[in-house]
DNA sequence: TCTCGACTACACTGACCTGTGAAGTGTTAC
DNA sequence: GTAACACTTCACAGGTCAGTGTAGTCGAGA
């Protein structure tokens, strides 16, 4: 999906404003405004707002992907490829939160065309922390995976909700824990 | 602080609407129309909209620290006590997640007199784990609490945005072994 | 009887919201 | 040369937003 000049600029300036004030908090006016475009290329380009806060989405969840995708197959150990996304955690987490919870927080409708990134995205992760447990001879995968994914989560709120910064690390020991275990069976 | 027979409707029904739909999707007419009430009313009684989503985050937090308090006190074993707030999160977490969590996705301004009431929850609730771990006579308390907090964010987090729900269970099997691994030594 | 507090009725402000219509400019590709 | 494409300009529609001003009703307590 190649975009024009005008809508990477109106993608790359709506996701800074949506991440930073909120969804419903930016209007489509100031996004364009702040792009250096007119609304009606805005609209010829995206169609409405709700797309392009689908679109701000999947591009943020497109990027996040592939840096923790990096971030796996950099490494060989099954153990330490299933902890790869708390190695990139710190990076990750801004003071605003995750993005994805905060976006769930905006869009009340279940058929908001941005839920299903949303959801899609946990849900990748979770099948993430599944497939490495897995070829890293663990029993009992689903509820391993479950609890990586909670400690994940657990840590972005407390790290931004509650200003707990500690807790990237005390996760991502937990999950260190929790592998080591499960892999030494 | 006794609230007028209106001012009590008020809140009640902001309270279901912000929670549900959002609090920037909610306006000040939809409130009044809801509550049989004037917009007058509304603003005799809480001045203005920031303060009557302070007033509701006041409310919702009050509550649900009179729930948690009440679980940690029908126990007596410290051990069990520490653990309370995960008994109780099953009767708490609903489908659109938690609330104080939502409002901070909300609220980017810090200075919004709702972010003070979303952060004292949580330094609340960690404060209370680091007590009662305390009590139960743990070591490295500071650390062991944050694990639970990040537990207990995590397993609202992964249930209502992953649309995990046996997160709630591997959370509180996470925590009582954490605890019971804690106090025995 | 008088006052006070809670509340109603309702018009109104000014800003902001998403979204559209129509006409026109500049660039590139065939 | 012409067609497709990205984009501009600008006016405008039809709502909704938070918040205010003014005048008046009604019941309870002093």
Redesign the pocket.
Known sequence: MTL????RRILEVASDLFYERGIHA?????IAAES??????L???F????ELVAAYLRARDERWRERVTAAVEAETDPRRRALAPFAVLEDWAADRGCAFVNAFAELDDPGHPGRAVVTGEKEWLRALFAAELTAAGADDVADLALHLLVLHEGALVAHAVAGQPAALRVARDAARGLVERAAAR
């Open positions: 024009t000049p005008g809508a930016v209007g489509v006016d100031t250096g475009v007119t609304k009606r290329t609209y010829d380009r169609g409405s707002k709700d």
